[in-house]
């Protein structure tokens, strides 16, 4: 039981360069998570999913899309990289909004 | 707007004294709340929860917490500090948006602990 899966685990990015953050679990979780965490901050919702081809934004959505194909996966795409991005990423799955949230072990973006 | 708020930074203790870590949330409805803690380099685990019942809440490691609605508060609280409840720990709140529930966290305090 893997739990939840996130891919890469680091990467540099040049400004305007896109990618996506992969997230995947195993659990048959339906609620799903994208947090970015910068010091000082704490944890912001960028995106959230409560099931397949159910997306809504969160706190901080701007420069982010999603999308939720399947229960297992929910990646993150960033288009045209800013270093306003440059955060350490974690996705996170859960039963239930009433659940604890499960998390990947983080993605830290450099966007130089 | 909805929204959870972490008075304080940072807190720092001596080894053995009263622990308290304070949130406040703000909610048009009766919320769901968490607290989380991250150790240095690794992930959140959750530390305890409140959803219905009991107000007040055991976690592990000793701590708990207390939700009081007429103060909209759930402060985090431990008896005896131990050095190694130094982390930073996360309040966080199940809020309802556009029909959905979403988790929105804190922005964390620091637990110094020191002998």
């Known amino acids: 039981n893997a739990g939840v899966t996130q891919t890469p685990k680091f990467r540099i990015l040049k400004i305007g360069q896109s990618m996506t953050l992969q997230c995947t679990q195993d659990m048959n979780h339906n609620y799903m998570y994208w947090y970015r965490q910068d010091p000082g901050m704490g944890l912001k919702l960028i995106y959230y999913?409560?099931?397949?081809?159910?997306?809504d934004k969160g706190e901080v959505p701007n420069g982010y899309n999603v999308s939720r194909s399947t229960t297992e996966d929910f990646p993150l795409r960033l288009e045209l990289a800013a270093p306003s991005q440059t955060s350490v990423y974690f996705c996170?799955?859960?039963?239930?909004?009433?659940?604890?949230?499960?998390f990947g072990s983080g993605t830290q973006l450099s966007v130089l | 707007a909805q929204s959870v708020t972490q008075l304080g930074s940072h807190v720092s203790v001596s080894e053995g004294a009263l622990v308290l870590l304070r949130c406040n949330y703000s909610s048009s409805v009766p919320p769901y709340l968490f607290w989380y803690v991250q150790y240095p380099n690794q992930g959140l685990q959750l530390l305890l929860k409140?959803?219905?019942?009991?107000?007040l809440v055991k976690g592990i490691n000793g701590f708990e917490a207390e939700f009081k609605k007429s103060e909209t508060s759930f402060h985090l609280t431990k008896p005896s500090a131990h050095m190694s409840d130094a982390a930073e720990y996360f309040c966080a709140v199940t809020l309802l948006s556009g029909g959905y529930n979403k988790l929105i966290f804190g922005a964390g305090t620091r637990l110094a602990v020191h002998p």
């Open positions: 409140y959803t219905t019942g009991a107000t």
């Open positions: 999913s409560v099931g397949a081809g159910i997306t």
């Open positions: 996170a799955s859960t039963r239930g909004f009433n659940e604890k949230l499960f």
